[in-house]
């Protein structure tokens, strides 16, 4: 993070659950590091954004507030309550809804979220992992009651995976909506690690493969002949213009006019670099171009 600040990133995104997916002995430790990290820096300087859970559509229980994390007005305050204490500072400046829930009523989250910003705890709101049905949903609720709307939404957008494209890009663009896509690198796919001959030991998806069935179906989502086939191309495509794989995947998912941050993550510095590289780095017209034509050699990787 400090070598992030030196970089002038100055935008830092966590949740009250990572990783994902969760275990009770770690649960809440990514705000903690967050908080003590930013005790000690000007607070007006760094743009905060956290998570509550909501339902998280059936992948895990939640490990926070034994299991109960129905996205209403009781859950919110108490998840607020604690992400505030943890990250050590009086305002959030971004408040997501981690997962939606479809089932529960938008006008009693929304009702709940805009009291936040009434009473200074939150600036602003975004959602995450949320459809094209949701996202309009949302904004009509909001529209139609006077509630704070969803200002970004949080999605999985990749080289390997462009499904945003398919309706939410124009969402996010005719109403205003900003993309924070989280796994510009494919959850660490793009970078080439995955292309060897074995399972790099201790990667994500390595992990994912001796974890539970639902983490084994993600990681048969993500590690495939033809992400990896997309890779290898990307990879060559790389090269031929001076940067790695992973610079070069990051910097295509922040040149869309519907992405106003890109969200990368990284273990160490060493690997951080490559994301910073991309930076102020603009593709031209070719390399996109260039870009979309392995896509469409290997269409649709993840499903």
């Known amino acids: 993070m400090d070598r992030s600040v030196e970089e002038g990133i100055d935008f830092f995104d966590t949740a ?53 994390t129905a996205v ?16 050590q500072t009086d305002y959030i400046d971004l408040y997501q809804t981690h997962w939606p829930d479809h089932d529960f009523p938008f006008e009693h989250t929304l009702e709940a979220l805009t009291d936040l910003i009434r009473q200074g705890k939150v600036r ?19 529209d139609a009651n006077g509630f704070a709307r969803y200002e970004s939404i949080q999605n999985n957008f990749s080289i390997v995976n462009r499904r945003f494209e398919d309706a939410l890009a124009e969402i996010c663009q005719k109403e205003q909506i900003s ?4 796994s510009p690198i494919g959850g660490g796919v793009l970078s080439g690690k995955y ?21 084994q179906v993600m990681a048969d989502r993500f590690v495939n ?14 090269d031929e213009i001076g940067i790695s794989a992973t610079t ?20 160490t510095v060493e690997q951080l670099e490559c994301s910073l590289k991309a930076s102020d780095l603009e593709l031209d017209d070719d390399v996109m171009k260039k870009v979309d034509g392995i896509c469409s050699r290997y269409p649709n990787p993840l499903g």
Request: glycine share 8%; aromatic share 8%.
């Open 248 to 267: 070069l995947a990051v910097a295509w998912s922040k040149q869309h006019p519907f992405v106003a941050s890109t969200i990368m993550g990284a273990n």
């Open 195 to 215: 292309n060897g001959d074995e399972m790099p030991p201790g990667a994500r998806f390595t992990n994912y493969k001796n974890g539970g069935e639902r983490q």
């Open 72 to 87: 209403d007005a009781h859950n919110i305050r108490k998840a607020v309550e604690g992400s505030l204490r943890r990250l």
């Open 124 to 142: 602003y709101l975004g959602s995450s992992n949320e459809s094209a049905w949701g996202a309009m949903k949302a904004q009509a609720v909001a």
């Open 225 to 238: 002949e033809k992400s990896l086939g997309t890779t290898a191309e990307l990879m060559t495509l790389a």
């Open 179 to 182: 993309l924070l896509p989280y």
């Open 16 to 68: 009250e659950v990572y990783p994902v997916p969760p275990d009770i002995s770690y649960v809440h430790r990514s705000e903690e590091i967050v908080g003590r990290w930013l005790k000690d820096k000007d607070r007006d300087s760094i743009v905060i954004a956290t998570k509550f859970c909501g339902a998280s559509n059936s992948w895990f229980v939640p490990p926070v507030r034994t299991g109960r």
